[in-house]
């Protein structure tokens, strides 16, 4: 090791002589930074000379640290800090450096595996582009420990410690608005648009300073968190907008360039903030010059991610949820000289630990909604009847108030929070807060977007219920005739859902016309006055659905107050006015939110919970609708049915029946009909009975093929499924019948509820087929790209994947990007009619075989032999076609491995309670061209 470090030394003064005589003559924006420890460099050099690393790292004792380049000394920092701290636990280390370049990293990753190396503690290449690296270590039998930035995948890595960034950009945005005097133009540098953390500052800026009309964003440009980049973009922008006012960027690096430029450009009165607490930063502001920063707790990421490390590595298990999120703090001049490296200049102790009390505190919107004002009162009662003391408390939708409201429950001791939230995003900082000090919150109605730091998300199933109410609409409207919809506030991740469920239903409907969309913001007041007017341009309409009963009773009004009692009006929640409307004929109907159930589910999960620090079920629970009409309103007040009807005894499914239900996509697809066949012939292998049963992508075939599995008692169902979205609920219910699901090929969007969830790499594949179609097209010429379905995650994810490889060659010019919806007919109907615009076209790319091969018809029915046609898959067909010398190529998807595995994990869940591996598991592809097609059959290599 002594040997290592001096020889690091050397290289160091090296590339400092080298570096000072470079500097002569840098511009303002390249100013070199403060001179970093000496073992920062070291490392930033060990990968670049790999002769010198030393034979003793391939030992079993070595932790490797794997970071972007040190250039920026918030990854210079976070490398020192993890090495430091792994060292001083006995560790040997190996500091690496990706670039930001994902095939990079994934060598680096090469490395590590072949170095034997304990674990891998990263701050990564692509939130995307990084899952590969990243499973194929697990493989491997090496954890990795993100920092920083996150993966798009979960179950994967055994921590993921970030920094809250919505929290700090929102912070710091205050504090912009508040400089700039709440008016002015002003300017945006964001990062990289490959990184998540861009999109995520970005976003919590704009959530702040748009609310202020007098504010003018005058540029949004990225610099890609780069100095230089910040000093070119900004001395660009300055020319064309002279009497800018402020420069609000995603990092520290970018913020120091912009001001260069500004400054030599004589303009020391433009206010300019960063985002990261660089060393370099607080330097800058402590001389006057940059406004302030957002601090992100790099010292305590590291040491963290390093010190669950060493705790995985010695007992196998964390004892510490996944993704986990610190908050950041907002350094001005006023606090600024106190911070370096990334943290306080001297550790602040630890706040003393609120006395305990018996106190649960209920958190939710404002009661004059009475949705909300009968969950509070719901709540408080169980509670009570329990025992506990209650403090019921208002948010008003405010995220910072909601903050407020969480520091109170803390700093009052609280045992447990019941929280309908303020925001999806908005509202993490403050449950993670809560969970640091040790009060478990218990989320109902409304969810985050991030699992593992509440206990329990105990919410309506909205799709189902929007999807139920739209079916009435419909059937009212008679199938046809002009209609409104009233949406909800945006920020509410339930309008969105509500507003799919209505859609995926009302659009399958040609004479239903939608004349206006608009959100009335959940708000009764401006339901009458968006309604107002709406008819006032729309005098025909025949209906309104809403989101909400709030906005479905003001926009009644709004219709009988102009003498329209003839439109049909249609809410959401069941509130007793609503109820009311409807029994005296005036609202048309409305789902109904079993809120009665979600409030007493929390608080009796909570009582559970504080007495034995578990509630034996998942995190995430859904419950489902209930359509109210003029037929049954009558029955149902608070949310609930008037009279307690005793729970129907459901009849136990049989046991031991031995039945595995196998439930797709159409056999039609071969991709489909393979799954199907080996997944049945592994289960009948294994002594079950099965039932192979089709969806044909129809959501609610696929909830009837659910129904039919739990009614003949299966043991496990093996899925692929029939929508991301939409499939939640049907395996939910699965769940909730004791039915382990184990999903094929597709996943779904919640976690916690299948038990397994099995996917090609598809973002693999797709690079690999990408970068094969960019070798054969020779980097030029006119392409076109054939999607699948939108409602499968698996079409974008393709699609992304081929353009982060195509997009690189300015010589490729995509012509036509169009969806043939999995479908081969669709695929050559697409390809004739794109090829009669386009007759110079020279490849195709498609998201699967079957377009593929329906391209290529088309293509050599117009006697076009000579364009390069790939599609993805692996299919037999397919594969037919590639030794034929018609198609070029394929991505061929594991189907019979994935199959298998879901056969033999259900096995084992069935006969032992558990699978031993994580839900989300990922299978890496294989490209196939005429050099290795005829090898594969079935989906699998020939035997």
Request: hydrophobic letters at 45%; proline letters at 4%; charged letters at 20%.
């Given at each position: 090791m002594k040997s290592r470090k001096w020889l690091n030394l050397l290289i160091v003064l090296l590339i400092a002589v080298m570096a000072l005589a470079a500097c002569g003559g840098s511009t303002p924006a390249e100013t070199p930074t403060e001179a970093a420890p000496v073992q920062e460099e070291a490392a930033t050099a060990v990968p670049d000379t790999p002769a010198e690393t030393p034979a003793e790292t391939a030992?079993?004792?070595?932790?490797?640290?794997?970071?972007?380049?040190?250039?920026?000394?918030?990854?210079?920092?976070?490398?020192?800090?993890?090495?430091?701290?792994?060292?001083?636990?006995?560790?040997?280390?190996?500091?690496?450096?990706?670039?930001?370049?994902?095939?990079?990293?994934?060598?680096?990753?090469?490395?590590?595996?072949?170095?034997?190396?304990?674990?891998?503690?990263?701050?990564?290449?692509?939130?995307?582009?990084?899952?590969?690296?990243?499973?194929?270590?697990?493989?491997?039998?090496?954890?990795?420990f993100l920092v920083d930035r996150e993966i798009t995948q979960e179950g994967i890595a055994i921590a993921q410690i970030v920094s809250n960034n919505y929290q700090g950009a929102t912070l710091l945005?205050?504090?912009?608005?508040?400089?700039?005097?709440?008016?002015?133009?002003?300017?945006?540098?964001?990062?990289?648009?490959?990184?998540?953390?861009?999109?995520?500052?970005?976003?919590?800026?704009?959530?702040?300073?748009?609310?202020?009309?007098?504010?003018?964003?005058?540029?949004?440009?990225?610099?890609?968190?780069?100095?230089?980049?910040?000093?070119?973009?900004?001395?660009?922008?300055?020319?064309?907008?002279?009497?800018?006012?402020?420069?609000?960027?995603?990092?520290?690096?970018?913020?120091?360039?912009?001001?260069?430029?500004?400054?030599?450009?004589?303009?020391?009165?433009?206010?300019?903030?960063?985002?990261?607490?660089?060393?370099?930063?607080?330097?800058?502001?402590?001389?006057?010059?940059?406004?302030?920063?957002a601090l992100q707790p790099?010292?305590?990421?590291?040491?963290?991610?390093?010190?669950?490390?060493?705790?995985?590595?010695?007992?196998?298990?964390?004892?510490?949820?996944?993704?986990?999120?610190?908050?950041?703090?907002?350094?001005?001049?006023?606090?600024?000289?106190?911070?370096?490296?990334?943290?306080?200049?001297?550790?602040?102790?630890?706040?003393?630990?609120?006395?305990?009390?018996?106190?649960?505190?209920?958190?939710?919107?404002?009661?004059?909604?009475?949705?909300?004002?009968?969950?509070?009162?719901?709540?408080?009662?169980?509670?009570?009847?329990?025992?506990?003391?209650?403090?019921?408390?208002?948010?008003?939708?405010?995220?910072?108030?909601?903050?407020?409201?969480?520091?109170?429950?803390?700093?009052?001791?609280?045992?447990?929070?019941?929280?309908?939230?303020?925001?999806?995003?908005?509202?993490i900082a403050a449950v993670q807060k809560a969970a640091d000090a040790g009060i478990p919150t218990f989320l109902v109605d409304r969810e985050i977007t991030q699992d593992g730091i509440a206990i329990a998300q105990i919410v309506s199933n909205n799709y189902q219920g929007a999807t139920l109410l739209a079916e009435y609409f419909v059937e009212q409207m008679g199938e046809e005739g002009q209609y409104v919809e009233l949406t909800g506030k945006d920020s509410d991740t339930n309008a969105h859902v509500r507003s799919q469920g209505y859609h995926d239903v009302i659009d399958a409907y040609p004479d239903m016309e939608m004349v206006a969309q608009q959100t009335a913001n959940w708000s009764q007041t401006e339901g009458f006055d968006v309604m107002e007017t709406i008819l006032q341009a729309n005098p025909d309409i025949k209906g309104v659905i809403a989101g909400n009963d709030t906005m479905a009773l003001g926009a009644q009004a709004a219709l009988l107050a102009a003498g329209r009692d003839d439109v049909i009006v249609m809410g959401f929640d069941g509130s007793d006015d609503a109820i009311a409307s409807i029994v005296a004929g005036e609202l048309d109907a409305t789902a109904l939110q079993p809120v009665a159930e979600m409030a007493t589910q929390a608080v009796l999960q909570a009582d559970a919970y504080i007495k034995s620090g578990s509630t034996d079920l998942p995190e995430k629970q859904s419950i489902d609708m209930v359509l109210l009409t003029p037929e049954n309103a009558g029955n149902y007040e608070r949310f609930a049915p008037k009279a307690g009807a005793a729970e129907a005894e459901a009849a136990a499914p049989a046991t031991g029946s031995g039945l595995i239900v196998v439930i797709?996509?159409?056999?039609?697809?071969?991709?489909?009909?393979?799954?199907?066949?080996?997944?049945?012939?592994?289960?009948?292998?294994?002594?079950?009975?099965?039932?192979?049963?089709?969806?044909?992508?129809?959501?609610?075939?696929?909830?009837?093929?659910?129904?039919?599995?739990?009614?003949?008692?299966?043991?496990?169902?093996?899925l692929d499924n029939a929508g991301a979205d939409a499939s939640i609920a049907a395996v939910q219910k699965a769940a909730d019948a004791g039915i382990p699901t184990f999903l094929v090929d597709r996943e779904i969007t919640q976690d916690g509820i299948a038990a397994a969830q099995i996917v090609s790499n598809n973002y693999q594949g797709a690079t690999l087929l990408a970068e094969y179609f960019v070798e054969q097209m020779g980097e030029e010429g006119q392409y076109v790209e054939l999607t699948g379905k939108d409602s499968d995650t698996n079409a974008h994810v393709r699609s992304q994947g081929y353009h982060d490889v195509i997009d690189e060659y300015p010589d490729l010019e995509m012509v036509a990007q169009q969806t043939a919806n999995w479908s081969q007919t669709e695929g050559f109907d697409v390809m004739e009619t794109i090829l009669q615009a386009n007759p110079n076209i020279k490849g195709v790319i498609a998201g699967n075989d079957t377009m593929a091969l329906g391209a290529q018809a088309a293509l050599l029915a117009a006697g076009r032999d000579d364009v390069i046609v790939m599609g993805f898959d692996g299919s037999d067909d397919a594969i037919a076609s590639i030794v034929a010398g018609e198609l070029e190529a394929t991505a061929l998807q594991p189907v019979a491995e994935m199959a298998t595995q879901a056969v033999l994990q259900a096995h084992q869940y069935i006969t032992t309670g558990s699978t031993g591996k994580p839900e989300k598991q990922s299978i890496d592809m294989v490209l196939l061209t005429p050099d290795n097609a005829g090898d594969y059959e079935r989906f699998a290599p020939k035997q």
């Amino acid at each position: 090791m002594k040997s290592r470090k001096w020889l690091n030394l050397l290289i160091v003064l090296l590339i400092a002589v080298m570096a000072l005589a470079a500097c002569g003559g840098s511009t303002p924006a390249e100013t070199p930074t403060e001179a970093a420890p000496v073992q920062e460099e070291a490392a930033t050099a060990v990968p670049d000379t790999p002769a010198e690393t030393p034979a003793e790292t391939a030992s079993s004792n070595l932790i490797v640290v794997i970071t972007p380049s040190h250039d920026n000394p918030f990854f210079g920092a976070m490398a020192d800090i993890a090495v430091a701290k792994a060292e001083e636990l006995g560790y040997e280390t190996l500091s690496l450096v990706h670039d930001d370049d994902a095939n990079k990293q994934d060598e680096l990753f090469d490395t590590a595996i072949a170095q034997g190396a304990l674990a891998i503690i990263l701050d990564n290449a692509g939130a995307d582009a990084s899952v590969a690296a990243v499973q194929k270590a697990a493989d491997a039998g090496i954890p990795t420990f993100l920092v920083d930035r996150e993966i798009t995948q979960e179950g994967i890595a055994i921590a993921q410690i970030v920094s809250n960034n919505y929290q700090g950009a929102t912070l710091l945005a205050e504090y912009f608005v508040q400089q700039m005097g709440e008016e002015g133009k002003y300017v945006e540098l964001t990062g990289k648009d490959s990184d998540t953390n861009a999109h995520v500052r970005s976003q919590g800026y704009h959530d702040v300073i748009d609310a202020y009309p007098d504010l003018e964003m005058v540029a949004q440009q990225t610099a890609n968190w780069s100095q230089t980049e910040g000093f070119d973009v900004m001395e660009t922008i300055l020319q064309a907008n002279p009497d800018i006012k402020g420069v609000i960027a995603g990092n520290d690096t970018m913020a120091l360039g912009a001001q260069a430029a500004l400054l030599a450009a004589g303009r020391d009165d433009v206010i300019v903030m960063g985002f990261d607490g660089s060393d370099d930063a607080i330097a800058s502001i402590v001389a006057g010059e940059l406004d302030a920063t957002a601090l992100q707790p790099v010292a305590e990421m590291a040491t963290q991610a390093v010190i669950q490390a060493d705790q995985y590595i010695k007992t196998g298990s964390t004892d510490l949820p996944e993704k986990q999120s610190i908050d950041m703090v907002l350094l001005t001049p006023e606090n600024a000289g106190n911070y370096e490296r990334f943290a306080p200049k001297a550790g602040a102790s630890e706040a003393a630990a609120p006395a305990g009390s018996n106190l649960i505190v209920v958190i939710t919107p404002s009661h004059d909604n009475p949705f909300f004002g009968a969950m509070a009162d719901i709540a408080v009662a169980k509670a009570e009847e329990l025992g506990y003391d209650t403090l019921s408390l208002v948010h008003d939708d405010d995220a910072n108030k909601q903050d407020e409201l969480f520091d109170t429950a803390i700093a009052q001791g609280a045992l447990a929070i019941i929280l309908d939230n303020a925001g999806a995003d908005a509202s993490i900082a403050a449950v993670q807060k809560a969970a640091d000090a040790g009060i478990p919150t218990f989320l109902v109605d409304r969810e985050i977007t991030q699992d593992g730091i509440a206990i329990a998300q105990i919410v309506s199933n909205n799709y189902q219920g929007a999807t139920l109410l739209a079916e009435y609409f419909v059937e009212q409207m008679g199938e046809e005739g002009q209609y409104v919809e009233l949406t909800g506030k945006d920020s509410d991740t339930n309008a969105h859902v509500r507003s799919q469920g209505y859609h995926d239903v009302i659009d399958a409907y040609p004479d239903m016309e939608m004349v206006a969309q608009q959100t009335a913001n959940w708000s009764q007041t401006e339901g009458f006055d968006v309604m107002e007017t709406i008819l006032q341009a729309n005098p025909d309409i025949k209906g309104v659905i809403a989101g909400n009963d709030t906005m479905a009773l003001g926009a009644q009004a709004a219709l009988l107050a102009a003498g329209r009692d003839d439109v049909i009006v249609m809410g959401f929640d069941g509130s007793d006015d609503a109820i009311a409307s409807i029994v005296a004929g005036e609202l048309d109907a409305t789902a109904l939110q079993p809120v009665a159930e979600m409030a007493t589910q929390a608080v009796l999960q909570a009582d559970a919970y504080i007495k034995s620090g578990s509630t034996d079920l998942p995190e995430k629970q859904s419950i489902d609708m209930v359509l109210l009409t003029p037929e049954n309103a009558g029955n149902y007040e608070r949310f609930a049915p008037k009279a307690g009807a005793a729970e129907a005894e459901a009849a136990a499914p049989a046991t031991g029946s031995g039945l595995i239900v196998v439930i797709t996509p159409s056999h039609d697809n071969p991709f489909f009909g393979a799954m199907a066949d080996i997944a049945v012939a592994k289960a009948e292998e294994l002594g079950y009975e099965t039932l192979s049963l089709v969806h044909d992508d129809d959501a609610n075939k696929q909830d009837e093929l659910f129904d039919t599995a739990i009614a003949q008692g299966a043991l496990a169902i093996i899925l692929d499924n029939a929508g991301a979205d939409a499939s939640i609920a049907a395996v939910q219910k699965a769940a909730d019948a004791g039915i382990p699901t184990f999903l094929v090929d597709r996943e779904i969007t919640q976690d916690g509820i299948a038990a397994a969830q099995i996917v090609s790499n598809n973002y693999q594949g797709a690079t690999l087929l990408a970068e094969y179609f960019v070798e054969q097209m020779g980097e030029e010429g006119q392409y076109v790209e054939l999607t699948g379905k939108d409602s499968d995650t698996n079409a974008h994810v393709r699609s992304q994947g081929y353009h982060d490889v195509i997009d690189e060659y300015p010589d490729l010019e995509m012509v036509a990007q169009q969806t043939a919806n999995w479908s081969q007919t669709e695929g050559f109907d697409v390809m004739e009619t794109i090829l009669q615009a386009n007759p110079n076209i020279k490849g195709v790319i498609a998201g699967n075989d079957t377009m593929a091969l329906g391209a290529q018809a088309a293509l050599l029915a117009a006697g076009r032999d000579d364009v390069i046609v790939m599609g993805f898959d692996g299919s037999d067909d397919a594969i037919a076609s590639i030794v034929a010398g018609e198609l070029e190529a394929t991505a061929l998807q594991p189907v019979a491995e994935m199959a298998t595995q879901a056969v033999l994990q259900a096995h084992q869940y069935i006969t032992t309670g558990s699978t031993g591996k994580p839900e989300k598991q990922s299978i890496d592809m294989v490209l196939l061209t005429p050099d290795n097609a005829g090898d594969y059959e079935r989906f699998a290599p020939k035997q």
